[in-house]
C-alpha cells in the first residue's frame, strides 16, 4: 500500500494539477453528478504535498504491519479497502463541495480494526486498546484544529475499520513445535 501511494505521488507530482480540482480527487460534485465513482478510490491513494504522505507513509507502515501481523495480509487489505471505500464516500458527501485526498481515511481504518482486535482478544487486548485510543484521540483533535481536512474522512474510516475489524478479525491459531 505505502508502495502505490508513493508512485500515485509522483505521477501526481508529474502530471501537475491544471485547475482547482486535483485529477482524481474525490470531489462531490464531480462524483455524484458527473458520475465519476473512479474518484472514490484514485483520491485516497493522492495526496497534498510531501509533507502530507511523509506522515500519512510513515502512520500507514506502522500501523500497517501491526494490523497484518495480527490479521494476516489479506483480511488487512480488506479491511484498509473497505474504510478506504467508506472514507471516501463520507468526504464525498459531508465535504461536498470540497476536493479531498488522502490516505488518512484508511489509515483511521486500520487504527478502528486494531480496537476492534483488542474487543475480540478480551481481558489480553485491553493494552492494545488503551495504547490505540489515545492515537486515534490525538490524531482527531488534530484533524479538526487544522483547516481543510476532511475529518468526515478519518470519522467515516475509522468506523468501518472498527466494524470490518470485528467481522473479519479470527485470532492466528498457535503454532506447537514438538522438542526432541
Not at 487504527?111 to 495504547?131: C, D, E, N, S, Y
Amino acid at each position: 500500500m505505502v508502495l502505490v501511494n508513493v508512485l500515485v505521488f509522483i505521477w501526481q507530482s508529474i502530471v501537475g494539477v491544471n485547475n482547482s480540482i486535483p485529477r482524481g480527487a474525490i470531489y462531490g460534485p464531480y462524483i455524484l453528478q458527473n458520475h465519476e465513482y473512479w474518484r472514490l478510490i484514485t483520491g485516497s491513494f493522492m495526496h497534498g504535498g510531501i509533507l502530507h504522505i511523509l506522515l500519512n507513509m510513515l502512520a500507514l507502515y506502522q500501523v500497517g504491519m501491526f494490523v497484518e501481523m495480527l490479521m494476516g495480509s489479506s483480511r488487512m487489505a480488506l479491511v484498509y479497502a473497505i474504510a478506504l471505500l467508506c472514507s471516501a464516500l463520507a468526504a464525498t458527501y459531508f465535504n461536498y463541495n470540497d476536493p479531498v485526498v488522502g490516505a488518512s481515511g484508511a489509515i483511521f481504518g486500520l487504527f478502528g480494526a486494531l480496537v476492534a482486535i483488542g474487543i475480540h482478544l478480551g481481558k489480553p487486548g485491553r493494552q492494545l486498546i488503551t495504547q490505540t485510543l489515545p492515537i486515534i484521540v490525538l490524531n482527531l483533535i488534530f484533524g479538526f484544529s487544522i483547516a481543510n481536512i476532511a475529518n468526515s474522512a478519518h470519522i467515516g474510516g475509522l468506523i468501518s475499520g472498527f466494524l470490518a475489524g470485528l467481522l473479519f478479525y479470527r485470532p492466528q491459531r498457535p503454532v506447537y513445535v514438538e522438542t526432541p
